[in-house]
T-cell receptor, first 113, second 114 residues
Framework: QQQVKQSPQSLIVQKGGISIINCAYENTAFDYFPWYQQFPGKGPALLIA?????SEKKEGRFTISFNKSAKQFSLHIMDSQPGDSATYFCAANLQTGANNLFFGTGTRLTVIP | SQTIHQWPATLVQPVGSPLSLECTVE??????LYWYRQAAGRGLQLLFY??????ISSEVPQNLSASRPQDRQFILSSKKLLLSDSGFYLC?????????????FGEGSWLTVV
């Protein structure tokens, strides 16, 4: 059972446009929601993360919007650039245990010039 | 600062041959350690995780095994590789504390079984 559902599977955006990736979860015990960015042939790297006590977090062109009541969160990439082309994974973390980070299935973003 | 090293970066192995991928973490003590596999264009599949020396948990039945002989060393092994073992293998670590349990990944190892 997929703990975190991510969509879309792939996304093509024009340079300068807004990229939006959505994730949903069911387990209300999740208390930390990171996003990872992975370039081809590289390991995923932490991009931005949010806790459920805030509704939005912004770092540069990247923004997480968090809707606790709907159990949904999304990544917005403003002014998308070709260098943003990568696979993005959302994740949700349980408060306890070592095996407590659950990943979405990934979104392959392509930003065309 | 903490760093994670994983090697080899690429590997081509014949079916039936053994495998050993190694991973070490520097700059921290008693980390949680993980091995993930990623098939081409696919998501992240957790294979093993470890909370301490010789404490290994397996997430999926498979042809692979893991060992943690030292606090910051994690090894992925196989006695006889299968074609289906091909993929991108990622070692990762996180702090032992639970809250905000960010996982940090290594650069990965490409394994092609031929």
């Amino acid at each position: 059972q997929q703990q975190v559902k991510q969509s879309p599977q792939s996304l093509i955006v024009q340079k300068g446009g807004i990229s939006i990736i959505n994730c949903a979860y069911e387990n209300t015990a999740f208390d930390y929601f990171p996003w990872y960015q992975q370039f081809p042939g590289k390991g995923p790297a932490l991009l931005i993360a949010i806790r459920p006590d805030v509704s939005e977090k912004k770092e540069g062109r990247f923004t997480i919007s968090f809707n606790k009541s709907a159990k949904q969160f999304s990544l917005h990439i403003m002014d998308s650039q070709p260098g943003d082309s990568a696979t993005y994974f959302c994740a949700a973390n349980l408060q306890t245990g070592a095996n407590n980070l659950f990943f979405g299935t990934g979104t392959r973003l392509t930003v065309i010039p | 600062s903490q760093t994670i090293h994983q090697w080899p970066a690429t590997l081509v192995q014949p079916v039936g041959s053994p495998l050993s991928l190694e991973c070490t973490v520097e700059g921290t003590s008693n980390p949680n350690l993980y091995w993930y596999r990623q098939a081409a264009g696919r998501g992240l599949q957790l294979l093993f995780y470890s909370i301490g020396i010789d404490q290994i948990s397996s997430e999926v039945p498979q042809n692979l095994s893991a060992s943690r002989p030292q606090d910051r060393q994690f090894i992925l092994s196989s006695k006889k590789l299968l074609l289906s073992d091909s993929g991108f293998y990622l070692c990762a670590w996180s702090m032992g504390s639970a809250s905000g349990n960010t996982i940090y990944f290594g650069e990965g190892s490409w394994l092609t079984v031929v």
